[in-house]
T-cell receptor, first 115, second 111 residues
Framework: DTEVTQTPKHLVMGMTNKKSLKCEQH?????MYWYKQKAKKPPELMFV???????INESVPSRFSPECPNSSLLNLHLHALQPEDSALYLC??????????????FGSGTRLTVV | DQQVKQNSPSLSVQEGRISILNCDYT??????FLWYKKYPAEGPTFLIS?????DKNEDGRFTVFLNKSAKHLSLHIVPSQPGDSAVYFC??????????FGGGTRLMVKP
């Protein structure tokens, strides 16, 4: 299995809702990442997990809450989002976080719309 | 301050010809460079990479060239095919394996 699976593919939520994005990989990768991509912009890093521990938080607002229940799963819990948070949320994994040169394997993303 | 830049937002090429996508970077600590291809509504797909100790890496129709002194890299696709039409992102990393992406170039290959 060489894929990163993200669910749901599309999500529409109100500003008072609570929802979660899920990401799963079975490649034995020990680093997992959340990226946010707005239209016509490059992916922007949000969080990095290394060996199931939060390694990097790129000053992301607390309305985004990551969770890594085990080495194969990565969640992103959403609460009280704003319309400007609408974007494509990408999950990625790599064999290790602390060694350069490993390409990431990306999931297909969740298209989030906040209304 | 953008550390990785792709100055051409779009490129149009005839099928069978060469596509050349360019990327510039400012951070001399970057030691790996990667190209990703992205179709609409899909995540980026890894294409090819190059270490800073090399100046060329080839994989089938794709070749990446690195000019460290100019802090410039390019992706050559020969021959270009309509299926190559996508957005191409240049990315750079250092020992921490944190990828920094360029803004992307939309390649359109016309039949």
């Amino acid at each position: 299995d060489t894929e990163v699976t993200q669910t749901p593919k599309h999500l529409v939520m109100g500003m008072t809702n609570k929802k979660s994005l899920k990401c799963e990989q079975h490649m034995g990768h020990r680093a997992m990442y959340w990226y946010k991509q707005k239209a016509k912009k490059p992916p922007e890093l949000m969080f990095v997990y290394s060996y199931e521990k939060l390694s990097i938080n790129e000053s992301v607002p607390s309305r985004f809450s990551p969770e890594c229940p085990n080495s194969s799963l990565l969640n992103l819990h959403l609460h009280a989002l704003q319309p400007e948070d609408s974007a494509l949320y990408l999950c990625a994994s790599s064999p290790e976080q602390d060694r350069g040169g490993y390409g990431y394997t990306f999931g297909s993303g969740t298209r989030l719309t906040v209304v | 301050d953008q550390q990785v830049k792709q100055n051409s937002p779009s490129l149009s090429v005839q099928e069978g010809r060469i596509s050349i996508l360019n990327c510039d970077y400012t951070n001399s600590m970057f030691d790996y460079f990667l190209w990703y291809k992205k179709y609409p509504a899909e995540g980026p797909t890894f294409l090819i990479s190059i270490s800073s100790i090399k100046d060329k890496n080839e994989d089938g129709r794709f070749t990446v060239f690195l000019n460290k002194s100019a802090k410039h890299l390019s992706l050559h696709i020969v021959p270009s095919q309509p299926g190559d039409s996508a957005v191409y992102f240049c990315a750079a990393s250092n020992a921490g394996n944190m990828l920094t992406f360029g803004g992307g170039t939309r390649l359109m290959v016309k039949p």
